[in-house]
């Protein structure tokens, strides 16, 4: 039985992405009697929409497959409307640095009415497409950040509200960051009650939050490969560090030290949906708000199971395989994200 659910963790290891690719972004501009409008999607979604290009079915776009040919115009075109017409032009499909698949659109006229994205109904239910008008001299006219079930902003009306759904995203991130979760669960497995859990939170919080201000903030930045693989590294760390140890460090040191690199993990999200060519700062912040719910929402499920646990005398048995729980997927993240430390 034991063994049995040692591969059912492991087979669920191998399956679980630590994150969604579903980021994406749109920038546009007026351009004298046209709008033209920037877009950029992670190569994984690029693939998905643009199947055809994808012509060794790898699931992936590299620079020889980045072919306008008919098909790709008319899918990337229809993707994005204005006033419930397709663009007029499609150029500058190409790879980004960061392997994002991106082009340029151009609207002839530049009328007023919905932007929308019909091209969100073919990706993830959890996909979010970041939009933002800019105008001629600098700043934000409107900005949005869309979703298959909301796939369109009007534009050159002022749109608030984007505050609430970076608060919405930052709590989805955190309960499908499955990464980001094991960590924290091998955190509290240790018990103490708590006051202990308030100054592990309370630590992995502020650490979180300094990095994810100053990544999102372009102050300080870290290869995402080396980032990934440090994350996964916390795993294994603090689950080994609950079985190998008879009495384990206080856990608001390393949820400090290691919390330092999960924010630039979070920060990856703003990263992707280029939201520093708007108003970063709002955005920012309800972000961030929303991570700490859905972290604080967690601890609270988790911490009374724990406690009874240990009135129970079970805590140092559940200690262990929780740990093996989150060291398994932990091991496996590092050994999938090592090698493009070294690419």
């Keep these: 039985m034991r063994s049995r659910w040692m591969m059912v963790v492991a087979a669920t290891a191998a399956t679980a992405l630590a994150?969604?690719?579903?980021?994406?972004?749109?920038?546009?501009r007026r351009s004298g009697e046209a709008m033209t409008v920037q877009v950029a999607l992670?190569?994984?979604?690029?693939?998905?929409l643009l199947s055809k290009l994808d012509t060794d079915g790898d699931r992936a776009l590299v620079p020889a497959e980045l072919q306008l040919d008919g098909a790709a115009?008319?899918?990337?075109?229809?993707?994005?409307?204005?006033?419930?017409?397709?663009a007029a032009r499609v150029a500058d499909l190409r790879l980004a640095e960061n392997r994002d698949v991106e082009f340029m659109l151009t609207f002839a006229g530049?009328?007023?009415?919905?932007?929308?994205?019909?091209?969100?109904?073919?990706l993830s239910r959890s996909h979010r497409h970041y939009v933002v008008q800019l105008a001629e001299p600098g700043g934000v006219i409107a900005e949005a950040l869309l979703s298959p079930a909301m796939p369109g902003l009007v534009l050159t009306a002022a749109t608030a509200g984007t505050g609430s759904s970076f608060f919405l995203l930052g709590i989805e991130h955190i309960l499908i960051g499955y990464d980001h979760i094991c960590f924290l669960f091998g955190l509290l497995l240790l018990g103490g009650g708590w006051r202990r859990a308030a100054m592990t939170i309370?630590?992995?919080t502020l650490a979180h939050s300094l990095t994810l201000a100053a990544a999102s903030l372009g102050v300080l930045r870290l290869p995402s490969a080396m980032v990934e693989s440090v994350i996964a590294?916390?795993?294994?760390w603090v689950a080994l560090e609950n079985v190998?140890?008879?009495q384990p460090m206080a856990r608001h040191w390393p949820a400090f030290g290691f919390g330092l690199v999960h924010g630039f993990g979070f920060a990856s999200v703003l990263t992707d949906l280029r939201v520093g060519a708007g108003d970063i700062v709002a955005p920012l912040l309800a972000f961030n708000l929303g991570v700490e719910v859905g972290q604080l929402a967690i601890a609270a499920l988790v911490l009374p199971l724990l406690a009874v646990a240990a009135r129970r005398g079970h805590g140092r048995r559940v200690m262990t395989f929780g740990s093996l729980a989150v060291a398994l997927p932990g091991l496996w993240w590092l050994c999938e994200r090592l090698p493009g430390v070294f690419a």
């Design 42 to 48: 992670a190569n994984a979604d690029a693939a998905l």
């Design 110 to 122: 530049a009328a007023d009415g919905e932007f929308a994205v019909p091209a969100l109904a073919y």
């Design 19 to 28: 994150h969604d690719p579903g980021l994406s972004s749109a920038t546009i």
């Design 244 to 246: 190998l140890r008879r």
């Design 73 to 86: 115009t008319v899918t990337l075109c229809g993707g994005w409307t204005l006033a419930g017409l397709p």
């Design 233 to 236: 590294a916390s795993i294994v």
């Design 202 to 204: 309370t630590a992995f």
